[in-house]
């Protein structure tokens, strides 16, 4: 095909920026995600190109089992619509459903300096050390080559994401840097949107820490999963770490602090309002509140997911057109990559 060919094919991009973000289909998602990301997503869908990916081929550098994988993709997908991503203004899709993604993060990962690769904080925090990194998934090392390729592909202008993720971004504008000053201007460099108001929810057992979907996995009281039953989330808010001040007040432990936020993020009010509408209440009272706020928020979220998962075939056939959206804007990014590096 011609460039001009192709060029015809790209669909319109319109006036609006395009974002483009990810999650992996791993564990569930919790409370952090959905107030710290998917919410504001949702809300801002009309402001944007809204591309949500769902990276299956990423999950496999944990290399859980076969069905989880395939369940997890599923469950992922149902949750971005519970929560208000809308697949008619948002492409909601599958990573590997669209091979360009594997196919172009081979060839960033000829473009990346090794070097980079091994000083990633994630890669040598999951790789570990010694024996253990020995035997850890070469997937780990390149995974930035494949997230890279996962924003590249879209000529995305922002990537939404929480600031773990803020070096993946930074390493993913330093490949698209390098191919364009050695090749040409091949890639649209793209830039982290990283927010600084909203909620950045913390453990509930340790509210020093990000509340995380791995810590999730392995401590039952530290994050609200979505799926979470009523009683289930009283229980953990009823357990979760505050302080030895005897009621809400000065000075304001981390514990406490989260389940302000959390009530403030979900009531809409600032934080400053959460203090002075709990000041010398008692935590059991705070914790309460708290709780009929989180399950307040959950009930339609759940309610509607389990609507969508009875209807599989509906979901499918969502994410099949999602597949052939994005893949014809993805494809036009390869073939002029592939241009570029000599490949065709
Ligand atoms: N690495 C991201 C995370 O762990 C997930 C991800 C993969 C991603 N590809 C992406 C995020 C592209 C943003 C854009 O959370």
Partial sequence: MSDAAAADIVPPRGDRPRVLSGIQPTFQLHLGNYLGALRHWAREQDSYDNYFCIVDLHALTAVPDPE??????????ALYMACGL????????????VAAHAQLGWILECYT????????????????????????PAGLLTYPDLMAADILLYDA????????????????RDIAQRINSLRGEVFRVPEPLIRSTGARVMGLDDPTTKMSKSTALTKAGHAILLLDLPDTVRHKIGR????????????????????????????????EEALAQFAGKSYGALKSAVTDAVNEALEPVQKRYYELRADEATLRGILARAAERAATVANVTLLRVQRAVGLR
Avoid: C
């Fill in 157 to 172: 202008d922002y990537v939404p994401v929480g600031d773990d993720q803020r070096q993946h971004v930074e390493i993913s």
């Fill in 113 to 136: 300096p090794l070097g980079w690769l091994e000083r990633m904080t994630q890669f040598k925090s999951k790789a570990g050390a010694g024996r253990e990194r020995e035997r850890a």
């Fill in 68 to 77: 989880l994988v395939r369940n997890s993709v599923l469950e992922l997908a």
């Fill in 240 to 271: 979760a770490t505050t302080d030895t001040n005897p009621s809400v007040g000065e000075p304001i432990g981390p514990g406490v602090a989260n389940l302000l936020e959390i009530h403030a993020s979900l009531r809409g009010t600032s934080r």
């Fill in 86 to 97: 809308d697949p008619e203004r948002s492409v909601l899709f599958v990573q590997s459903h």
